[in-house]
């Protein structure tokens, strides 16, 4: 219900009025009807008692003097056992100036002398009193709640696992414990220091500088890295997310800090593994090449000028000069992987026309395809557009993918088709080989992979044929895809973008 100090939570308000005397309680209850609350009456300290027991007023009026007893006393009794005290109004007999301040002490909101003008200024004093009683109920309550919500902040922040810190006026203002952790100091010592104190002088000069410009109001990144001193003059990495906020009503620097120096650590020694393993692969296939380059230029001499070999030794010498090249494919591959991985790959762009290409490549591959007793034939639409592509990469993405189907094909044949759709050039690769699992369709482009054909016969080489011929077409803006049942054959597909229309 309503009352006129406002909105109140209970069904039914009331004011109690404790006074010995009848004649004057009757009266000041008449006077107060208009306010709309009950009123209720007790006589003396036990009346009173029994009926806050029962049930909180909205407001007491209380006399001074009681039987045996006076306010004071009462309400010190009250809350000694419990009682509850509500809000209250003290009515004295005497004018005495020790009077009022006992009462107010006593924590009464205001207080009445029973004088002439005792009932004519009942009403307004009390309405009055009442307002202020809802005033500080409210107050109270929100007081309660921030109490419960700092509690509960404070206990996620001491909690947290990550360092939190608030810096303000260039000081702590809150640390947690995960940050005395980091840093080695506790928090007394940490909030009797100013911030910078902790940063490495080194850094010291960056780290003050975006917090001014962050407590301005300027945007900057929020996550950064620095160096921190410990209390044992230990050097720490940190990294932090930093926030502008308001604290105590004015600006403030709200962080989260993490320990990075392990990680940097483990990621400083991967990084130096990789590299190591890189110059490593980059020698062993370079020293590879050099030799490899002599033994093929060799068995070509030898099988260009060698007219009465017999059929059994230019067999065994056309053996060696196929697994050359294919070990020759093998260590470029390597070496392809390795700038890939690198991020050293470039593309060297310019006008070519994709139909010499292919015509180029198939030229090369047909004696393999030949020996295995395959047709290779190429489908190569009309006016294709002229397109900037890299040649040379282009070539190795078709090469890669017709020693595949070649590989993987026993009878039948392969068709290189090439057409226009959708402003891009799309390239296709058929062959009518045993195919490959559905299971295996979605790592086939996967570095290392070898993955298992419909008659469980496994791709050879290194698995970086396709891996490297994706990062060439993702170098293009294109795309690579492969299509596959088992024992029907696979379609492995290409596009590259078209820059100029041919003719």
């Known amino acids: 219900m309503k009352t006129m100090a406002g909105k109140t939570d209970r069904s039914e308000g009331y004011i109690l009025i404790v006074d010995d005397e009848r004649g004057t309680s009757e009266l000041a209850a008449q006077r107060l009807e208009p306010l709309g609350l009950k009123l209720r009456r007790a006589a003396t300290a036990e009346e009173a008692g029994a009926m806050l027991k029962a049930d909180t007023p909205e407001l007491m009026l209380l006399d001074y003097s009681l039987p045996g007893t006076n306010a004071v006393d009462l309400l010190e009794r009250f809350r000694k056992d419990a009682i509850p005290v509500p809000p209250f109004l003290i009515i004295t ?26 009932l004519e200024n009942l009403f307004p004093t009390v309405k009055k009193t009442l307002e202020k009683a809802a005033l500080q109920l409210k107050l109270k309550t929100a007081q309660k709640k921030l109490r419960e919500s700092e509690e509960k902040y404070r206990m996620v922040v001491d909690n947290a696992s990550e360092a939190v810190m608030v810096a303000q006026d260039g000081m702590f203002r809150l ?16 909030k009797a220091m100013p911030f910078s104190a902790v940063i490495h002088p080194a850094d010291r000069a960056m780290v003050v500088g ?19 001193v410990t209390k044992a003059g230990n050097t720490v990495l940190v990294e932090i997310t930093a926030v502008r906020l308001v604290w105590d009503g004015r600006p403030a620097i709200l962080a989260l800090m993490d320990n990075i120096t392990e990680r940097k650590k483990a990621e400083e020694a991967l990084a130096e593994a990789a590299e190591a393993k890189s110059k490593f692969a980059s020698m062993v296939s370079h020293e590879l090449r050099s030799p ?46 390795q700038k890939i991985k690198a991020g050293k790959m470039t593309v060297d762009l310019s006008e070519n026309n994709i139909c010499d290409l292919i015509l180029s490549v198939t030229r090369s591959m047909a004696l393999l395809a030949k020996k295995k007793g395959l047709e290779l034939t190429t489908e190569l639409n009309a006016g294709l557009p002229v397109s900037k592509f890299d040649r040379d990469k282009i070539s190795q993405v078709l090469t890669n993918l017709l020693a595949n189907a070649i590989a993987h094909t026993e009878k039948g044949g392969i068709a290189v088709h090439a057409g226009f ?32 054909r419909a008659n469980e016969r496994k791709i050879g080489g290194t698995g970086l044929g396709l891996a490297i011929s994706k990062e060439i077409i993702l170098a293009h803006n294109g795309k690579i895809w492969a299509e596959s049942e088992p024992e029907k054959g696979s379609v492995f597909h290409f596009t590259l973008p078209v820059t100029q229309r041919g003719g």
Not at 433 to 445: H, M, Q, S, T, V
């Open 93 to 118: 007999g005497h004018g005495d100036e020790t009077v009022a301040v006992n009462s107010m002490k006593a924590g009464a909101l205001d207080y009445m002398v029973k004088d002439s003008a005792f």
């Open 175 to 190: 640390v947690n414990p995960a940050l005395t952790a980091i840093l080695g100091f506790s928090e007394q010592e940490l």
């Open 210 to 228: 975006r917090y001014q410009k962050r407590l301005q109001g300027e945007t900057l990144p929020s996550r950064y890295a620095f160096r921190a």
């Open 292 to 337: 490899l380059t002599a033994i093929m230029l060799g068995v070509s001499l030898v099988l260009d000028e060698a007219a009465g070999l017999s059929e059994k030794h230019r067999s065994l010498l056309e053996l060696v000069n196929d697994n050359g090249r294919r070990l020759g494919r093998l260590i470029n591959n390597v070496l392809d992987f």
């Open 421 to 452: 759709e959708s402003d891009m050039l799309h390239v296709s690769v058929r062959d009518t080989g045993n195919g490959i699992k559905a299971a295996d369709l979605p790592r086939l482009f996967q570095a290392f992979e070898q993955l298992g």
